[in-house]
């Protein structure tokens, strides 16, 4: 369905027989455009549904929607690489309801790959990232870290970049335009 802006509009049906909807954003005119799906969730709604939203509800939404999209882009969403990228999904956006009250996800399906950008509204993270992430803190991040192809976190005006040198967090300086919470952006070829 076209929507009146010219953005094109994806709907699915929820096991509770409610219809809700998922915006695709066309980037460009090239033949192979990206397709761009956003989510937002806090513990009061997920997109534009009104609920109370708990971890587990949460892991649920996340996974129905994740399989919709895969879905409606040609991938199967039980095939190994495609269900890791749905774990790590399923993964940022806990993280962010439980430290931060909720965030918005979006998912990049590029012709090659596909990117996935959380960003929350948190306190962000104190220090070097990589130090929290390999003392075993925020086990689901250790776990993306070692599966995706490129991974940044952005907070508090910091930029950190996973370095294929020691598989280590590289800062980047003081130039992200994150200055409360945090971006994490990572990306996986397909």
């Keep these: 369905m076209i929507h009146h802006e010219g953005r094109f509009v994806f709907f699915s049906i929820d096991s509770r027989e409610r219809i809700s909807n998922f915006t695709i954003i066309k980037k460009s005119n090239n033949y192979k455009q990206p397709k761009i799906y956003r989510v937002a969730f806090n513990y009061y709604h997920f997109d534009n549904i009104k609920m109370h939203i708990g971890s587990n509800e949460l892991v649920g939404r996340l996974n129905s929607w994740w399989d919709n999209l895969c879905i409606a882009n040609g991938y199967n969403p039980k095939e190994k690489n495609i269900s890791m990228i749905g774990y790590c999904i399923i993964e940022l956006g806990k993280n962010a309801l439980e430290n931060a009250s909720g965030g918005e996800i979006s998912v990049h399906f590029e012709h090659d790959h596909i990117k996935v950008i959380l960003r929350d509204r ?24 070692h599966f995706v192809d490129e991974f940044m976190i952005e907070t508090n005006r910091r930029r950190f970049v996973l370095t294929s040198n020691y598989n280590k967090f590289k800062k980047m300086g003081n130039s992200s335009n994150i200055r409360h919470g ?5 990306m996986k070829f397909i």
């Excluded at 929290?132 to 250790?142: A, D, K, P």
């Excluded at 945090?182 to 990572?186: G, H, K, S, Y």
């Design 122 to 145: 948190g306190l962000g993270f104190e220090g070097n990232p990589f130090e929290l992430i390999q003392s075993n803190r925020h086990h689901g991040l250790y776990e993306i870290q």
């Design 182 to 186: 945090t971006q994490i952006t990572f």
